[in-house]
């Protein structure tokens, strides 16, 4: 019994510690790198890190915000989410994904990844 108790709690932190990894706050003006720097640096785990993948992100904030793809230092792309949209970007391997704030609000942000099929 205390077995399947333990059990059960250790799912549901771990479920927990899942979901906490791919949400994130921004704050005004902030700018954070989501994926690209590598394993164990990174703010959220890239199941297909180390090849090319999409990233699925979307505004569950009030608040726009935007999305930068760079390759080192090199902008490639940049994206405006509006609030309650998703976008879907393509990572190629060497990508970087930001997530940049405006200036003046907070809003928050959900990132994924999918497998890119070529």
């Given at each position: 019994?205390k077995t399947?108790?333990?059990?059960?709690?250790?799912?549901?932190?771990?479920?927990?510690?899942?979901?906490?990894?791919?949400?994130?706050?921004?704050?005004?003006?902030?700018?954070?790198?989501?994926?690209?720097?590598?394993?164990?640096?990174?703010?959220?785990?890239?199941?297909?890190?180390?090849?090319?993948?999409?990233?699925?992100?979307?505004?569950?904030?009030?608040?726009?915000?935007?999305?930068?793809?760079?390759?080192?230092?090199?902008?490639?792309?940049?994206?405006?989410?509006?609030?309650?949209?998703?976008?879907?970007?393509?990572?190629?391997?060497?990508?970087?994904?930001?997530?940049?704030?405006?200036?003046?609000?907070?809003?928050?942000?959900?990132?994924?990844?999918?497998?890119?099929?070529?």
């Amino acid at each position: 019994m205390k077995t399947s108790i333990l059990v059960i709690c250790l799912l549901f932190f771990t479920s927990f510690e899942l979901t906490a990894q791919t949400e994130f706050q921004l704050e005004p003006s902030q700018s954070m790198i989501i994926t690209g720097k590598g394993s164990g640096q990174d703010a959220t785990i890239n199941p297909y890190f180390g090849q090319n993948c999409y990233a699925v992100v979307k505004n569950i904030g009030k608040r726009k915000f935007s999305i930068r793809i760079q390759k080192q230092s090199e902008i490639i792309e940049e994206i405006s989410i509006e609030a309650g949209e998703l976008k879907k970007v393509k990572l190629l391997i060497g990508y970087e994904l930001y997530l940049d704030s405006n200036p003046k609000e907070t809003t928050k942000a959900s990132v994924d990844y999918e497998k890119l099929i070529e």
